[in-house]
């Protein structure tokens, strides 16, 4: 007892404390419910036996069911439409400011730090202000696009079953951009400068120094972005709560709104623990993309 | 072009750039200004005409403001308590020691960091049911919220433990500290900002949090400001100048946070993400 007592104040015993508790913590907050995640999409759960543990088994029936259900291939389909849409959208114009931001001049750090508060506002808030911007006859976008002449009618972003999907992914590229760009400031900032002076002695342009000296040296970097970007908006749920609520009829649905409305609005709790399952398998393969171009700060 | 010159022109179209990119933020803060009538001109208004200021106290009053920010605060508070306390030893021990364990731990945790909230609340709510957790809504949140933003903290705060040498921390040791007096005399003083800098990013995304909230606590009197703003939003509101307003007193707080320590909190944040 007394040794242990002087392990944990001075010895190994402090590192194993230190990280026991919190490991600890996870596993059960975290671990389990994704276990229990899978246990029950194998269920049949409803109201009466959510209480219990041993509900009724029923193999891949809810699996079956989902994939049986009208809805279900389209709203994969949205999700994949909003991730593609959102990675490009925020990558690209995040690219684009951080190679703008990148020519140092004053004040340049700051502005582009400004850019982040996208990030740190509520989803909800957000989700609030780009609602009120899309919509449909006294939304300012409209009024933009009208004046410039890219459009005649106003577009019902919000109601029109063509454009709701893309309303969520307008807001959601304002929301990553940030975040995006400073991430690959920061990997823009660590390519040695000689590299480029070699390349001007050498006659490149700017163009072909970008293409053979910026985007090789920032390859694991977008690497890390992309699957980083894939996690971010397989997590993003507020801007449909906020802005769309997956209609009309799921036309803007994504799955990991369709789970929770399965779960919370029709109370199929074993359907909505299948579709998290199968989303949460797609999620864990970009987080191993992520780690692995991660792997250089993972091994210190 | 003199280089003068070149910063002056690169400066102006970075801040049309920023001005742009801003302006929803901008359009935020003016309709919450507008009148009933000025919210629904055709051309829209860039700016009011008739500020109308007692709208904030309006919503503030009657939508009860007060009792969703303090829900707010409480459930943010509670969750940068217990993962500061928490995270701070794991991430000193994953950054202290590099071998193949450390190196699994690591790999577990972003694992974890990736599970998005809306999937993971089924089983939580079902777990937390069962087990009477959901009489107590707030600290079920709170635990749920800190499962969810732990990998992240730990991740920003164990870049700050690796910039901490080594060598202070063994030379505290031979000096006569035993290792619970080296963490908390040397190293957690000199980890300081690190920490604090992680705790505010934590507490910025528990003071907005949504899906845990909305799904766990029924009673409106506990429910934060993020659900009060969505019950605000009907499918066919058009108030949105009284939204706006109750937007703006949510969020202002937090733009604030962030601007006075936008630098640190940037450089925090990048630290810890990629390398």
Known sequence: ????????????????????????????????????????????????????????????????????????????????????????????????????FWVNFPGASWLRGLFLVSWVMPGLVVGAIWNWILSGDFGVLNFMLRETGIISGNIFWRSDPNYSLYAVIIANIWLGTAFNMILLSVGLASIPGDLYEAAELDGANAWQRFWTITLPMMRSTIGAIVSLGLIFTLQQFDLFAAITSGGPNNSSNVTQYWAWDLSFRQYDFAKGATISVIMIVFVMFASVVYVRSTRHEVRG | MSDTNRNRLMLVIAIVMAAIYLFPLYWMFITALKSGSEMFATPPSFWPSEPQRSTYAFVWESRGMGRYLWNSLIIAFGSVILITVLGVGCAYVLARYRNVWVDIGLFLILMLQVLPASLMITPIFVGFSQLGMLNYPRLAVIIAIAAKSMPFFVV?????????????????????????????????????????????????????????????????????????????????????????????????????????????IVSGLTSGAIK
């Open chain 2, 156 to 264: 920003l705060v164990r870049a700050t433990f690796m910039a901490v040498p080594q060598e202070l921390e063994e030379a505290a040791l031979v000096d006569g500290n035993s290792r619970v007096g080296a963490f908390f005399n040397i190293v957690l003083p000199l980890a300081r900002n690190g920490i604090l800098v992680s705790a505010i990013l934590i507490f910025m995304q528990a003071f907005g949090e949504f899906v845990y909230s909305k799904s766990i606590i029924q009673a409106v009197e506990l429910q934060p400001a993020s659900v009060g703003l969505n019950s605000f939003m009907g499918p066919n509101t058009n108030e949105w100048n009284n939204i706006m307003a109750y937007a703006t007193i949510y969020v202002t707080p937090i733009l604030a946070i962030f601007v006075l320590l936008q630098r640190r």
């Open chain 1, 1 to 100: 007892m007394k040794r242990l007592l002087s392990s944990i104040r001075d010895g190994n015993g402090f590192d194993i404390v230190l990280v026991a508790f919190p490991l600890g913590f996870l596993f059960l907050m975290a671990g389990l419910p994704l276990l229990y995640n899978i246990l029950m999409s194998f269920q049949e759960v409803d109201m009466f036996s959510l209480g219990t543990f041993l509900r009724p088994f029923v193999g891949f029936k809810n699996y079956q069911d989902l994939f049986a259900q009208p809805e279900t291939w389209p709203i994969l389909g949205n999700t994949a439409i909003f991730v593609t849409g959102s990675i490009a959208g925020q990558f690209l114009i995040g690219f684009g400011l951080a190679l703008f």
